[in-house]
């Protein structure tokens, strides 16, 4: 199996420190607009820096997750809320 390097794909190179700074400073969900707006000006932001298919789909699968990750705290919150 061939190996890539940095020179290979500079670009996405770049990117993933970034990426990873990005994914640290939002990590944990937040239930206000605020939280949100700070996800979508972020992501857009590295999208923008970075216009590639491979940094799309990364950053589109963070943010679902985050999304899933936000609804199953809210979904548990209202079950321990029941009981």
Do not use: H
Not at 22 to 27: C, D, E, I
Not at 31 to 49: G, N
Not at 59 to 66: A, N, P, Q, T
């Amino acid at each position: 199996m061939a190996g890539v390097k940095k020179k290979d794909i500079p670009d996405i190179a770049a990117f993933m420190p970034e990426f990873w700074e990005f994914v640290k400073s939002v990590w944990i969900p937040e239930d206000s607009d605020q939280y949100w707006k700070e996800v979508y000006d972020k992501a857009q932001e590295l999208y923008q820096k970075y216009p590639v298919d491979f940094v799309k789909r990364q950053i589109l699968g963070f943010c679902e997750y985050l999304d899933q990750k936000w609804q199953d705290e809210r979904d548990k919150a209202g079950t321990e809320e029941e009981q």
